[in-house]
């Protein structure tokens, strides 16, 4: 009888020992100096919303496995909801990349510009490739203005660390695209 209860006890101790490990994932975030919106002259940025589908809104790190699929990983990931991490994160890279401008996630008065963001793709693809796609909407004083974008970039390594890595940077990228175009308005 004993003998058969430490085997029982083996097998359910070994049973949870193989259990797979859950990782965790935050886009990494550019480090930007503080911000005054009390000094004269400052242009004033509201990124309103970044919007996600459905297939990206869930805790899952998502893989394209082929040209229809998608695979949304259960032990991999995001720690905090995707849709508040690229918002965060794209609140950060256009602090850093428009200095003259105070960006931020609340609405800051009524000489503001507004910035929203519809995310198409986020993923890893099985080509080792990472997409990040989209289109943004930028009013400024009533002009508006719409642009796509696709960026796809190559992972050098193997792993979600690495695909994580490259989606931030890919973000990053767009960002820079964003505050170009700001920059350029009058």
């Known amino acids: 009888m004993k003998k058969g209860l430490m085997v029982l006890l ?15 994932y935050q886009l990494p975030v550019a480090q930007s100096g503080a911000q005054s919106a009390t000094t004269q002259g400052n242009r004033l940025l509201w990124v309103e919303q970044v919007a996600i589908p459905d297939y990206l809104a869930g805790n899952g790190v998502v893989y394209q496995t082929s040209d229809v699929q998608y695979v949304i990983a259960s032990n991999n990931l995001w720690a905090s909801p995707l849709d508040q991490q690229l918002r965060t994160t794209l609140v950060a890279n256009l602090s850093s990349q428009l200095p003259g401008c105070v960006v931020a996630s609340q609405p800051l008065g009524h000489n503001q510009d507004t910035l929203n963001v519809s995310v198409t793709g986020f993923h890893g693809r099985y080509d080792g490739r990472v997409i990040v796609s989209g289109e943004w909407l930028l009013n400024h004083q009533g002009q508006l203005i719409k642009r796509p974008f696709h960026i796809e970039l190559k992972q050098q390594q193997d792993g979600y660390d690495e695909m994580v890595k490259l989606l931030g940077q890919a973000w990053r990228q767009e960002a820079g695209v964003i505050a170009q175009a700001i920059n350029q308005m009058p």
């Open 10 to 24: 083996i097998c359910v101790l070994s049973a949870c020992s193989s259990s797979e490990n859950k990782t965790y």
